[in-house]
C-alpha cells in the first residue's frame, strides 16, 4: 500500500455535502492538500475552518465556489485549481443532485440539470486532470455512484439514469487509464445520512449509511498500489 503522506494534491467536488466534508476531513488528516468546491462560498470557508483543526501537518487548502450545472464556472474552478496548486493527483467526484419525480411531471430542465452536475461535470474533471496523472503514471479518481447506479426505483428515471452513466462512465476510464496506473473507482452506496439523503421520504434515514464510514472506506482503497483494486464497490445497508 502506498502512504498518501506523500503529499498528493486531491480536488473534492461537492465539498459542503454530508459526504463531502467527512471525505476532505480523511484526506487532510492523510497529509493531502485539498482544493474544495462546492456553490456556497461561506460554506467553503466554514469547511475550510473546520479542516485547520485536522490540518496538523499543514497541508494546503484552497477552494473556489461555482455550479457544476455552468461549464463557464467550471472552467473558472479548473482554472484556479491550476493557479494554487498546478496539477491534481486524487480526484473525487461527490458533487451530486437527487430528483424524485414521475416521468409524466419531469421536464427538460429537470433532466438537464441532474445531467450537468451528475454525469457531465465527472467527465469534464476526470478529461482535465487525468491529463496530470497520465503525466505522473500515477492517479486516482474516485466517482460516487449509488445504489440507484444498479437498480431503479419510482420517479426515479432521472435520478436513476444520470447514476447508471458515471458507473458507465467509470467503467471505461477504468480501463481507459489503467495502463498509466491510474485507478478509477466507482462508490455506489446504498442512502446515506446527509442533507441529500433526507429527500427520500419512503424510507428510513435512521437505518442510513454514515457518511464518515464511506469516507474512511475511501481512504482505504485508494492506497492499495500493487496488483489489487476494486473499480465497482457497492456499500449496502445492513437495516433496510
Not at 446527509?194 to 435512521?206: A, E, H, V, Y
Amino acid at each position: 500500500m502506498i502512504k498518501i503522506s506523500d503529499r498528493k494534491n486531491c480536488l473534492i467536488t461537492g465539498a459542503t455535502g454530508g459526504l463531502g466534508r467527512e471525505i476532505a476531513k480523511q484526506l487532510v488528516i492523510n497529509n493531502c492538500n485539498l482544493f474544495l468546491t462546492a456553490k456556497n462560498e461561506k460554506r467553503l470557508q466554514k469547511l475550510k475552518n473546520e479542516l485547520e483543526t485536522y490540518n496538523h501537518n499543514k497541508c494546503k487548502i484552497s477552494y473556489h465556489s461555482g455550479n457544476l450545472s455552468s461549464i463557464n464556472h467550471i472552467k473558472q474552478i479548473i482554472a484556479k485549481v491550476r493557479k494554487d496548486f498546478g496539477s491534481i493527483d486524487i480526484l473525487i467526484n461527490c458533487a451530486g443532485i437527487f430528483v424524485s419525480k414521475s416521468i409524466s411531471k419531469s421536464n427538460t430542465e429537470d433532466f438537464q440539470k441532474a445531467y450537468d452536475v451528475n454525469i457531465r461535470a465527472p467527465f469534464l474533471f476526470c478529461k482535465e486532470f487525468s491529463k496530470d496523472m497520465i503525466k505522473k503514471r500515477w492517479g486516482r479518481i474516485v466517482n460516487m455512484g449509488s445504489s440507484s447506479s444498479y437498480s431503479g426505483f419510482k420517479n426515479g428515471s432521472i435520478y436513476c439514469s444520470s447514476k447508471h452513466a458515471i458507473l458507465g462512465l467509470s467503467r471505461a476510464l477504468f480501463n481507459e487509464l489503467k495502463p498509466y496506473n491510474i485507478r478509477t473507482f466507482c462508490i455506489s452506496p446504498g442512502s446515506i445520512k446527509t442533507k441529500m439523503g433526507k429527500l427520500s421520504k419512503d424510507q428510513d434515514f435512521n437505518t442510513f449509511l454514515d457518511p464518515s464510514e464511506i469516507a474512511k472506506y475511501i481512504e482505504f482503497i485508494i492506497k492499495f498500489d500493487k496488483d489489487l483494486v476494486s473499480e465497482e464497490i457497492r456499500l449496502n445497508r445492513i437495516k433496510l
